[in-house]
């Protein structure tokens, strides 16, 4: 069924546990996060980010009604979140759309206008029914920038400007950046626990790792222990549908029929997911 990211957050951090929230691009994302959830047991978060809106022709609409339709009829409970939103129209549109969360994303900005542009988005957002995640710090490696400027210092949150930040918005849950970047490729970002710890401390809202693909299995699992509430993963996705494309298109060069690499891809990001939600989930 179709439930809030509000919800599986909450519950998940009562438990000191985190929900797991998957981006996806393509029809055969939202089929494969789905199945591997229906696997395992445990409950969802398809996101769809602004970038992958911009793909689908700027149209939010066409995947969120795929995505919506998907959540229905699925038998663990799956939520649908607007990622990465700068564009303020689009907020808008999430609401009609069946979301029920977004992350409004002024990271890039100082301070103050930072805090000034989540305030308006947090206010609209809740006087429409949206529950709100916003960025603090930032989190690297966005808009091909390099999965590196996450881990320059200056990047980094700060427990009581992020106390602050929270106080001055009134967003329901915060990004932090604590060492892991967006894009990467590889497994191997350090994680700043003692950072984590500090902001879990003082934070007052559920925390967000953001670039959770470059983050090994018990470094993740450490993170969720240390108050992550939810795990953003897409790269991973990425990484398995496009291996198994190529695979498959290397095997068979003579074949035309997008069926059968589509199911290739498709069968890779299930496995992906089922793999990612036994770390992620089984905390
Ligand atoms: O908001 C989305 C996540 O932060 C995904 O990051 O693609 O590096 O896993 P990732
Ligand atoms: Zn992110």
Redesign the pocket.
């Known amino acids: 069924p179709l439930t809030t990211t509000g919800g599986l957050v909450a519950e998940a951090a009562a438990h000191r546990g985190a929900v797991a929230a998957f ?1 996806v691009i393509t029809l055969e994302h939202i089929e494969a996060v789905v199945a591997a959830a229906e696997a395992v047991g445990a409950p969802v978060v398809l ?1 769809v ?1 602004e970038n992958a809106v911009k793909f689908r022709t700027g149209r939010l609409h066409p995947i969120a009604a795929a995505a919506v339709s998907a959540a229905h009829a699925s038998a663990v409970p799956v939520a649908l979140h607007l ?2 939103v700068k564009d303020e129209a689009l907020l808008r549109e999430a609401a009609d759309c069946g979301f029920s969360s977004v992350m409004f994303d002024a990271a890039h900005l100082p301070y103050r206008e930072n805090v000034a542009a989540t305030r308006r988005a947090a206010d609209w957002a809740h006087a429409n029914g949206l529950w709100l995640e916003a960025e603090l710090g930032e ?1 690297g ?1 966005k808009d091909g920038r390099g999965p590196l400027d996450a881990h320059a210092p200056g990047a980094r949150t700060e427990p009581g400007e992020a106390r602050r930040f929270v106080e001055e918005t009134g967003a329901d849950a915060l990004a932090v950046a604590v060492g892991s970047s ?3 490729t590889s497994r191997d970002a350090v994680l700043d626990h003692a950072l984590l710890a500090a902001l879990h401390d003082r934070l007052q809202v559920p925390m967000v790792l ?5 983050v090994p299995d018990d470094e993740l699992r450490r993170a969720v222990l240390g108050g992550i509430s939810k795990v ?5 996705l990425s990484i398995a549908m496009t291996g198994a494309i190529r695979a498959h298109l290397d095997a068979d060069p003579e074949g035309v029929d997008p069926r059968r690499y589509l199911a290739a891809g498709r069968r890779a990001v299930t496995e992906a997911v089922v793999q990612l939600l036994g770390t992620v989930a089984a905390v």
């Open positions: 981006n996101q980010s990622d990465h989190v490696g967006h894009a990467m953001h670039g959770s693909s470059g953003n993963i897409g790269t991973a």
